[in-house]
């Protein structure tokens, strides 16, 4: 099947800091990637959509200044939390739809904690 | 707003079948109904996929009546290993994939 791969797995950095997360398809080309959050026992809460070459949609609720989302090419989303928070950590998974289908892939997941 | 859900937790022993149900109104009328497990700390593993009627695998079952308002996934004989958190995935008109609220499997020697 279709992999996506997600970096780092897992990070820690201090408050105040700016985190980037790389999500990539590896074997297809992605139009269409999905950045969710989960914390603690919740469900995967989904923060944004980003199609390659415009803009990211967010969700209500989720800053676009603080979530950076940029993809530039049909294999490679990234997303940064900018002026990271203790509340700001999370388990951040990506998802990639193949170009053409609606089918999902998704990455391994990024734990990020911030001190 | 959307809201795709399912019952927090379910127990169940070792052999048994379990079915995990779904609710999901107004979702896209083209698209996929997907279901999807978690482990800890990992993203979500895929399980099995379905349109309309029923759909079978090595795994599992799908069920989706004919409004499509809900599914249900079946496993058939679940050991200590499918301890996990099961997640359905549903697109609605607006283009989201949105996750379920999740149920907690816990699957007893």
């Known amino acids: 099947g279709a992999v996506v791969s997600q970096h780092p797995s897992r990070v820690i950095c201090k408050s105040g800091t700016s985190v980037k997360i790389e999500c990539r398809s590896l074997?297809?080309?992605?139009?269409?990637m999905f950045w969710y959050r989960q914390f603690p026992k919740q469900s995967l809460m989904l923060m944004a959509t980003?199609?390659?070459?415009?803009?990211?949609?967010?969700e209500q609720g989720v800053e676009k200044d603080k979530f950076l989302i940029n993809h530039a090419s049909l294999t490679l989303s990234t997303l940064t939390v900018t002026s990271a928070h203790p509340e700001d950590s999370s388990f951040y998974i990506c998802?990639?739809?193949?170009?053409?289908?609606?089918?999902?892939?998704f990455g391994q997941g990024t734990r990020l904690t911030v001190v | 707003l959307a809201k795709t859900t399912q019952p927090i937790s379910m127990d169940s022993y070792e052999g048994q079948e379990v079915n995990i149900t779904c609710s999901h109104n107004?979702?896209?009328?083209?698209?996929?109904i997907t279901w999807y497990q978690q482990f800890p700390s990992q993203g979500p593993r895929f399980i099995i996929q379905?349109?309309?009627t029923k759909v079978t695998n090595e795994v599992a079952s799908l069920f989706i009546p004919a409004d499509r308002k809900s599914s249900t996934l079946s496993l058939p004989r679940v050991s200590l290993s499918d301890t996990a958190v099961y997640y359905c995935?549903?697109?609605?008109?607006?283009?989201?994939?949105?996750f379920g609220t999740g149920t907690r499997l816990q699957v007893f020697p």
């Open positions: 980003s199609n390659e070459g415009s803009k990211a949609t967010y």
């Open positions: 998802s990639a739809s193949r170009q053409g289908t609606a089918e999902a892939f």
């Open positions: 074997d297809f080309q992605a139009t269409t």
């Open positions: 379905g349109y309309k």
């Open positions: 107004n979702i896209a009328t083209n698209d996929y």
């Open positions: 995935l549903v697109r609605y008109n607006t283009d989201k994939l949105i």
